[in-house]
């Protein structure tokens, strides 16, 4: 008996002792490099600004702070007035900022007590009806001076998962796009409304999937040439710390077939096959065009990219010194949210992809940066959107502010 204890002894130890190894082995592989998406800022980003120190960006451009006090800021979407409209995911918020003269007049709470709101999209047949995407449902109401009215149920949507949030917009064919992301980090879902972009009519009929195989799509934009939408997408995690890429991918809304982007089986850097997820043979690579679509744009792994935005082009109506040079025009601006899956952090910042006319990337570089510091991150930029006078915002989750970036001659 007690022979027999001092072998169950020493077996645990050298069970726990194997289970400390591995946790401690994972940790350096995986998430050492985790301390800046979540430790609290090291400074006040606002006083940062203020001093005029950290932060860089190209000659002629200023970055400011327009609005404060915003934790978990996310989406941001204009109004037919001009305001400022912002999911607050975390706090369960949509908050209005109203704004006069390029300043803010009020910022007020329209609707609160939701779960994870985060997608935004006004009517363009009816500028007063707001949709929105909950975790689980999207909705709509009418907006009115003092509020909104209340909260309609179009259609229900599928419990989030590792990946919650969920992404609106209205297309130039007039229909509403929402995206839906994965319920991990790599698995076979079985539920095809994950990992996908679906359309659908105004009323929530109609719903039907344009685009498969998308790990994490959290943003996506139209772009007014070609009328085809472009969505960030996050790659999966665990590889190491230069695989597989994040990445911007063109998808045709007009498409008559499901788009397939390849995710499970195939990860970004133009689809590779993830043999150490998928063991099965295949008689063609599983990942070979045009069955499963390539990405339009590499990132680096882990950038975590989310909002993008096309510089406008100059345009008759706007003030001469709001544009920005000819030379950033119909360029595309991404932000990068920040990697918590790299030994060395990568991101927290804005990047500037120079494009030719067929979309294809001709430079990668960095717009804005200086939310990472040495001593941790400052901020973490999501949503980018200009307004008609041709000024970016940038919505800061962590640090809980939208910024203002503005060019003058």
Known sequence: MFRAQKVIQV????????????????????????????????????????????????????????????PGVRVMIFDKDN???????????????????????????????????????????NPNILYLA????????????????????????PKGGNHFTRTLGFGPDGRLYVSIGSTCNVCRETDP???????????????????????????FIWNQKDGKMWATEMGRDLLGDDIPPDEVNIIDTQSPTVLNYGWPVCYGGKNIHDTKFDKNTYIRNPCQAPFELPSQIDLPAHSAPLGLAFVPASSAGRPANSVWPKEYQNNLIVA?????????????????????NNGNEIVQEDFITG??????????????????????????DKAGVIYKVEYKK
Not at 18 to 30: A, C, K, R, S, T
Not at 341 to 346: A, C, D, E
Request: hydrophobic fraction near 40%.
């Open 11 to 70: 077996v645990l130890i050298l069970a726990g002792a194997g289970f400390l190894i591995f946790v401690i082995w994972f940790y350096y592989q995986n998430l050492r490099g985790i301390g800046p998406a979540l430790e609290k800022p090291p400074a006040d980003v606002t006083q940062v600004i203020q001093n005029d120190s950290g932060f860089k960006m190209p000659a002629g451009f200023s970055l400011s702070v327009l609005a404060k006090d915003l």
């Open 83 to 125: 305001n400022l409209w912002l999911s607050q995911t975390r706090q369960g918020k949509i908050t209005k900022i109203t704004l006069k003269n390029g300043q803010v007049a009020e910022q007020k709470t329209i609707l609160s007590g939701l779960q994870n709101p985060h997608g935004l999209a006004f009517d363009p047949e």
């Open 134 to 157: 909950e975790e689980t449902k999207i909705s709509k109401t009418e907006i009115t001076p003092v509020g909104a009215g209340p909260l309609q149920k179009i259609i229900d949507l």
């Open 193 to 219: 409304r994950y990992a996908s972009i679906w359309s659908l009519k105004k009323d929530g009929s109609d719903f039907k999937q344009l685009a498969k195989g998308l790990r994490n799509s959290v943003f």
């Open 336 to 356: 990068f949210h920040g990697s918590w899956n790299r030994s060395v952090p990568t991101g927290y910042k804005l990047v500037r992809l120079i494009l030719d």
């Open 371 to 396: 939310w990472l510091t040495p001593q941790g991150a400052i901020g973490r930029p999501v949503d980018v959107i200009f307004d008609t006078a041709g000024n970016l915002y940038v919505s800061d």
